[in-house]
T-cell receptor, first 112, second 110 residues
Framework: DSGVTQTPKHLITATGQRVTLRCSPR?????VYWYQQSLDQGLQFLIQ???????AKGNILERFSAQQFPDLHSELNLSSLELGDSALYFC???????????FGSGTRLTVV | LAKTTQPISMDSYEGQEVNITCSHN???????ITWYQQFPSQGPRFIIQ???TKVTNEVASLFIPADRKSSTLSLPRVSLSDTAVYYC???????????FGTGTRLTVIP
């Protein structure tokens, strides 16, 4: 157990739908990062939050959004889902952008 | 554009020492070199980090020459459970994200 909790572990949904992925960071970590991993794209950085504020954006689609709540947990919202959104979505946390990122075990999203 | 270059795959027999080398042709002065390990369907796991010379922990050793243009991750006496993808990264302290390249897929053979 890495200390970073992601739910759900698996999600199957239809095209056009909207889903929410949840992440609870390791205790004491203020930064949360979201990554997408698909077979053909590898690990892609999506977005970072630090203590509730957005700090950096990567290759995140406009259909996707995220937020970090006062208790530091984060949610990644994916809408108007397409088949190509099927991937593993990882959340990671760190104390303050230091190198020691801790990753969760991911949410496997399948869009059918 | 990938910042680092590493072999796509490697095979090794159980009990052997494995060395995975990464090229850092454009590494910045304030970048650290960090290695992560990823098992199938799991998130990457931090293995080791260094700036220069040699760093060793309970899992691996990291060798970085003086010019810092390359790094070598050394795994002593690998076992089947070391089969994974290994990523080398260049990381600035306080960086807002980690850039993962394609990694090296290590397969340990019985």
């Amino acid at each position: 157990d890495s200390g970073v909790t992601q739910t759900p572990k698996h999600l199957i949904t239809a095209t056009g739908q909207r889903v929410t992925l949840r992440c609870s960071p390791r205790s004491g970590d203020l930064s949360v990062y979201w990554y997408q991993q698909s077979l053909d794209q590898g690990l892609q950085f999506l977005i970072q939050y630090y203590n509730g504020e957005e700090r950096a954006k990567g290759n995140i689609l406009e259909r996707f959004s995220a937020q970090q709540f006062p208790d530091l947990h984060s949610e990644l919202n994916l809408s108007s889902l397409e088949l190509g959104d099927s991937a593993l979505y990882f959340c990671a946390s760190s104390v303050k952008g230091n190198y020691g990122y801790t990753f969760g075990s991911g949410t496997r999203l399948t869009v059918v | 554009l990938a910042k680092t270059t590493q072999p796509i795959s490697m095979d090794s027999y159980e009990g052997q020492e494995v060395n995975i080398t990464c090229s850092h042709n454009n590494i910045a002065t304030n970048d650290y070199i960090t290695w992560y390990q990823q098992f199938p369907s799991q998130g990457p796991r931090f293995i080791i980090q260094g700036y220069k010379t040699k760093v060793t922990n309970e899992v691996a050793s990291l060798f970085i020459p003086a010019d810092r243009k390359s790094s070598t991750l050394s795994l002593p006496r690998v076992s089947l459970s070391d089969t994974a993808v290994y990523y080398c990264l260049e990381v600035k302290t306080g960086a807002n994200n980690l850039f993962f390249g394609t990694g090296t897929r290590l397969t340990v053979i019985p």
